[in-house]
């Protein structure tokens, strides 16, 4: 005979799981309705495309047809195209040339507001942020009167007028790149500068005045308190003009078309030409890949140093 415990079994208890999902729903249940119409953007603009455009890198599609399936030669055959490699050391080359003068402007400017006064400071800040709303189109063509390789460019206007050689800049090879990348820095140095400004707000005056009795001039204050401090700001804006960098494109579309001889084809602009010129969108959709291989591990690089400064 079975002993008698003295307990009833409780056959109508619901499994603890069961209970705490219901007890989540009963509260957080309306906050799930109001995310289902972004979760359907999400899934339709978003996550569904992603999928297609990896399906897509084992196909052979030039959007009239049916896809064929091609297995690994997308992937093969970018190991072997040496336009490919050049425009990512076009891209990694720009990112260079507009990643730290981006920070580094745009760090200096927001010092320089913060120290005026408020009326002072609000007037230049609209001065320096107006590129960052002014069409690119419209940037895009004064660059190129300026920069212009030839007599009508104002750039070699003034250096005629000053008795000193003139430059090709958008005709040469090595100074076009340049000239896209100071075009980027131009126009998103303001945002940068907002970034930094709102840090700067961030940051008590209760330590400056300490440094100050200390008796701390104003650049051991800026070396060993501003910039450490700011150092969030660093890591957002690192991470951001490295993605924005590595997906320049409106320049070289609008200046260049790439040239002259590659020199300014970017990864982007490759991916477009391979996509919409030359309808090879398996092609492409490798390219679109590896580029965002390239943003994840330097976006995840960029993370762990910026840790490690923190800790």
């Not at 249940?29 to 297609?52: A, C, D, H």
């Not at 896809?67 to 891209?91: M, V």
């Not at 960052?132 to 005629?160: A, C, E, H, P, R």
């Not at 140095?189 to 440094?211: K, Q, W």
């Amino acid at each position: 005979m079975k002993a008698y415990s003295g307990c009833k079994p409780d056959k109508g208890r619901k499994p603890p799981v069961a209970g705490k999902v219901k007890k989540h729903l009963s509260k957080y249940g309306i906050v799930y309705i109001f995310l289902i119409p972004i979760m359907v953007q999400f899934i339709i603009f978003y996550l569904i495309p992603i999928i297609f455009s990896f399906v897509l890198t084992f196909t052979d599609w030039s959007i009239v047809g049916t896809p064929k399936f091609n297995g690994l030669s997308n992937w093969k055959r970018l190991f072997h195209d040496a336009i490919a490699w050049k425009s990512i050391k076009n891209t990694a080359m720009f990112s260079v040339y507009y990643i730290v003068p981006t920070m580094a402007l745009g760090l200096f400017l927001a010092v320089m507001i913060f120290s005026q006064k408020k009326r002072v400071g609000t007037f230049f800040k609209g001065i320096f942020f107006l590129p960052v709303v002014t069409s690119f189109v419209v940037i895009s063509g004064i660059w190129k009167w300026i920069f212009m390789g030839s007599d009508q460019g104002i750039i070699n206007q003034i250096l005629s007028f000053l008795g000193l050689n003139t430059q090709l800049f958008l005709a040469s090879s090595k100074q076009a790149l340049l000239v896209l990348a100071s075009l980027s820095v131009f126009k998103v140095v303001g945002s940068t500068m907002i970034y930094y400004f709102a840090g700067l707000n961030g940051i008590s005056e209760d330590v400056y005045e300490a440094a100050r009795i200390d008796g701390a001039g104003k650049w051991k204050i800026f070396s060993k308190i501003t910039f450490p401090l700011l150092t969030p700001i660093h890591f957002y804006v690192a991470i951001v003009t490295t993605i924005g960098s590595f997906q320049i494109f409106d320049s070289a579309f609008l200046l260049t078309n790439g040239g002259p001889n590659f020199s300014t084809n970017t990864i982007v602009f490759y991916m477009y030409e391979q996509g919409f010129s030359s309808l090879r969108f398996g092609y492409a959709s490798v390219l679109a890949y590896v580029l965002f291989l390239i943003i994840l591990l330097l976006s995840l690089i960029q993370k762990r140093v910026i840790r490690e400064q923190l800790d």
